[in-house]
């Protein structure tokens, strides 16, 4: 998900007991569908029960709220996520990932697992275009070439099936 469209999700759009959140109005005005993984709906059912616990009357309908029961903002997300993973050490104060270089990180590793298990990649790709909420796979097919890792494996199968 894009840090805007877990910022504005409503409670309704968060359907914990099938594992399903649908973004609405999210980028270029579409909306879809993310299922979870097992674990992140567990996780998310906790936070909602802490939240819940916590903030019982909160001034908003969105799924993550603030300490004070109102809509989270994009800079403090941000500032939170940059005291955090410098406290951790995964970046100093002033250089390190933000919040928008987790969703373009997880696009590498899934290409990089298939690539390296020999996927068919092309046959995959618009799932997970959907799945980012890409426009159209030409949005995903740009993390092959921005990566020389993903390049290289590209380059390797291409060679291989050109020699059979």
Not at 96 to 115: E, I, Y
Not at 154 to 162: C, E, F, I, P, V
Request: aromatic share 6%; proline share 5%.
């Amino acid at each position: 998900m894009r840090l805007g469209e877990a910022i504005t999700l409503e409670r309704a759009d968060a359907d914990l007991a099938d594992g399903m959140l649908t973004i609405r109005d999210g980028k270029f005005g579409r909306s879809r569908l993310v299922p979870l993984h097992q674990s992140v709906t567990s996780a998310l059912r906790d936070y909602a029960a802490c939240r819940d616990q916590l903030c019982p009357s909160p001034a908003t309908t969105r799924f993550f709220v603030s300490t004070a029961g109102t809509p989270l903002r994009t800079g403090g997300v941000d500032r939170t996520f940059i005291q955090l993973t410098t406290a951790l050490g995964l970046r100093t104060a002033d250089r390190g990932p933000r919040v928008h270089d987790l969703r373009h990180s997880f696009t590498v590793r899934q290409l990089l697992q298939w690539h390296r298990a020999g996927a068919d990649v092309h046959a995959r790709m618009p799932v997970l275009s959907a799945y980012l909420g890409h426009v159209s796979p030409a949005g995903t097919y740009w993390y092959l070439t921005a990566v020389p890792e993903l390049m290289e494996l590209a380059a390797a199968r291409l060679a291989q099936g050109t020699r059979r």
